[in-house]
C-alpha cells in the first residue's frame, strides 16, 4: 500500500480467529481488518484495508505509543 496524505474521515474494525486444523495439530490465529476512510487533496475519499496479526498489532500499538509520548512531550516544550 503506497503511503500519501489525506484526513481520515472514519474507520471500521473487525476483530476474528482464524481456525485451522491438521492431524497432527490445531492453531487458532487472531487478526485485525482495519478500514480506513481517507479523503485526498482533491476531495475524493478512498477506502483502504489492512489486516493484521496479533505480533503485527502489538508493534502498532507500541509505536502509536511512542508517538503520543513524543507528540506530549513537544507540546509541553512549546
Not at 472514519?10 to 487458532?28: E, I, K, R, W
Not at 478512498?46 to 503520543?68: C, F, P, S, T
Request: no cysteine.
Amino acid at each position: 500500500m503506497p503511503v500519501s496524505s489525506g484526513n481520515l474521515q472514519t474507520f471500521d474494525y473487525s476483530l476474528a480467529v482464524s481456525t485451522s486444523s491438521a492431524n497432527t495439530a490445531s492453531t487458532s490465529t487472531p487478526h485485525l481488518r482495519l478500514k480506513l476512510s481517507i479523503a485526498g487533496a482533491d476531495g475524493k475519499v478512498r477506502d483502504e484495508v489492512v489486516e493484521m496479526n496479533r505480533a503485527e498489532l502489538e508493534r502498532l500499538l507500541a509505536e502509536m505509543d511512542k508517538v503520543e509520548k513524543r507528540t506530549l512531550e513537544l507540546s509541553e516544550g512549546a
